[in-house]
Antibody, heavy 122, light 110 residues
Framework: QVQLVESGGGLVKPGGSLRLSCAAS????????MSWIRQAPGKGLEWLSYISPSGTTIFYADSVKGRLTVSRDNANNSLFLHLDSLRAGDTAVYYC???????????????WGQGTMVTVSS | QSELTQPPSASGTPGQRVTISCSGGSSNIGTNTVNWYNQLPGMAPKLLIYSNSQRPSAVPDRFSGSKSGTSASLAITGLQSEDEADYYCAAWDDSLSGWVFGGGTKLTVL
């Protein structure tokens, strides 16, 4: 079935970096905008970034701009997140989510991964 | 602080109707459509309502959404115990060129 599966979470030291992957299956991945969204423990949802179907347009939330890099590999139906200079406030469950196929703000996140937990601690 | 404002909590008894509000501004709800998500404990969010009032096919018609000006609301009729979850509104924000979420509303079924 249509599915997103994140991987790469775990315990990371402050100041370090993390790389997460999101594997897509059973849909035409290269046609869709994709986003990363995170949720700190006990907190709400925070949108981090979207990437266009071709990967040529990427937008980042101000809260992570300069530290976050998002990319995709359409040949392998994969989405990636790379976050540098980690701090305790980056501790969260990180979700990848499918957006629409037109302009980025025109469609909802209709498919979500199960999330991967990242803990930033020494 | 979230760009969209929701009440932190809501409650109702089985069978009741409850509504959850979502207040934004001219650059988000005032200009773009609103989506609603719910999140059961320990689970990923799930799309509940898109484009202000549209339901994905798997979502029961007990759930409905509406929008007026810079505010939106989610209504749940015939409340059931399995509706106990966190509910989030979201909209595209033209000023930020990104998505904004409400802070979430925890719905308790008494």
């Amino acid at each position: 079935q249509v599915q997103l599966v994140e991987s790469g979470g775990g315990l990371v030291k402050p100041g370090g970096s993390l790389r997460l992957s999101c594997a897509a299956s059973s849909f035409n991945f290269k046609a869709y905008y994709m986003s990363w969204i995170r949720q700190a423990p006990g907190k709400g949802l925070e949108w981090l970034s979207y990437i266009s179907p071709s990967g040529t347009t990427i937008f980042y939330a101000d809260s992570v701009k300069g530290r976050l890099t998002v990319s995709r590999d359409n040949a392998n139906n994969s989405l990636f997140l790379h976050l540098d200079s980690l701090r305790a406030g980056d501790t969260a469950v990180y979700y990848c989510a499918r957006g629409g196929i037109a302009v980025p703000g025109a469609a909802a996140f209709d498919i979500w991964g199960q999330g991967t937990m990242v803990t930033v601690s020494s | 602080q979230s760009e969209l404002t929701q009440p932190p909590s809501a409650s109702g008894t089985p069978g009741q109707r409850v509504t959850i509000s979502c207040s934004g501004g001219s650059s988000n709800i005032g200009t773009n459509t609103v989506n609603w998500y719910n999140q059961l404990p320990g689970m990923a969010p799930k799309l509940l309502i898109y484009s202000n009032s549209q339901r994905p096919s798997a979502v029961p018609d007990r759930f409905s959404g509406s929008k007026s000006g810079t505010s939106a609301s989610l209504a749940i009729t015939g409340l059931q115990s399995e509706d106990e979850a966190d509910y989030y509104c979201a909209a595209w924000d033209d000023s930020l060129s990104g998505w904004v979420f409400g802070g979430g509303t925890k719905l308790t079924v008494l």
